[in-house]
């Protein structure tokens, strides 16, 4: 008796459909900014080293971050306040109230760089802590408070002393003169070394940490980030607070760099941290920007300024001139960005 053995039926193969189309990556209208300030800096520094001889060197590009390390520091701080969708316009008086008060205790009461750095370090940090409060709990406009505290810290500044302070003390000499080698006949400052940090640090809290995540959000809809239950109140406070210890840390920076104290130091200098950033590819209403474009856009300003050196025959208001030039350019960006994605209007 032969057993039957029935094979399963073979499944029909499956209908030839249309072939998958490949995924075409679109370049993020947001990166705009931060690509055009990176390609702009270039341009000039190829053009400066056609143009003038001596200028492509390892120390005219380090001298960049050298003389503009303080600016740097306090455009970081800056970033962050524009990220989260405020203003500090108090940032160059609390530079020159550090500057007064460290020349102030270092020279005329003795005493040590240990205990004053610190001091003004904290000074600055509770400066920034106070206009955080204060916009936050009472919500006041960034732009009053900041403009209140950069009024307050510039007076300040005049009850220490009205005169020029001069810091002849032995660690500031150091400081100042040190000197790391980098290439060759190349150097770099400590201050520069200090400012590299921070952008390092800075850029690590911006993109990999829950406080600079929320700056995002709340830069880019607060009412969003609050039903999210992120913790909008205490960052808005944690963001003046940064600013205010990066203005203090900015000063620090500029004793090394001026070795005086003085109530005229950085007049201004908050426009040049605000124009810096702006350049750099932050949007000024928020959500939007990098750390590594504040570092172009202070850059940007130092090869500007070197260029118009080396010229020789241009007066230094052409720096604001072309500044000023630039800003319009990346706002009409910022506009394009924001026609593009009208979320970010």
């Known amino acids: 008796m032969s057993a039957v053995v029935s094979h399963p039926p073979e499944a029909a193969a499956p209908a030839p459909g249309p072939a998958p189309k490949p995924v075409r990556t679109r370049w993020n209208p947001k990166y705009l900014p931060l690509a055009a300030t990176i390609s702009l800096f270039m341009l000039m520094a190829t053009l400066g080293s056609v143009f003038y001889e001596g200028f492509f060197s390892p120390q005219v590009f380090?001298?960049?971050?050298?003389?503009?390390?303080?600016?740097?520091?306090?455009?970081?701080?800056?970033t962050f306040v524009i990220l989260s969708g405020g203003i500090d316009l108090s940032v160059g008086s609390v530079i020159a109230l550090t500057t007064m008060v460290s020349a102030s205790l270092v020279e005329k009461h003795g005493w040590s760089p240990a205990v004053v750095i610190p001091l003004v370090l904290a000074m600055g940090t509770l400066f920034g802590a106070c206009m955080g409060v204060l916009i936050e709990r009472f919500r006041l406009q960034p732009f009053i408070v900041t403009l209140a505290g950069m009024f307050l810290a510039r007076g300040l500044c005049y009850l220490i002393s009205i005169d020029s302070i001069s810091i002849s003390n032995a660690f500031y000499s150091e400081v100042s003169q040190w000197r790391m080698p980098v290439w060759g006949e190349a150097s770099i400052s400590a201050s520069a070394l200090i400012a590299l940090a921070v952008v390092a640090l800075a850029v690590f809290v911006a993109h990999y940490t829950s406080f600079g995540r929320t700056v995002y959000a709340i830069g880019g809809n607060e009412q969003s980030?609050?039903?999210?239950?992120?913790?909008?109140?205490?960052?808005?406070?944690?963001?003046?607070?940064?600013?205010?210890?990066c203005s203090a840390l900015a000063g620090v920076v500029f004793t090394f760099y001026m070795l005086s104290g003085y109530g005229l130091h950085a007049v201004g200098l908050e426009l040049d941290a605000i124009a810096a950033v702006v350049i750099g590819g932050t949007l000024l209403s928020g959500g939007v920007g990098y750390v590594v474009g504040t570092l172009f856009g202070v850059l940007m300003l130092g090869i500007i300024q070197t260029l118009i050196s080396f010229d020789g025959t241009l007066s230094s208001w052409w720096t604001r001139i072309v500044v000023g030039a630039l800003l319009f350019v990346f706002c009409l960006l910022q506009r394009l960005f924001a026609a593009r994605n009208p979320e970010r209007g």
């Open 225 to 245: 980030a609050l039903l999210m239950g992120l913790p909008v109140r205490a960052t808005v406070i944690g963001v003046y607070t940064l600013s205010g210890f």
């Open 62 to 78: 380090l001298n960049l971050l050298i003389d503009n390390a303080f600016l740097c520091i306090v455009a970081v701080g800056m």
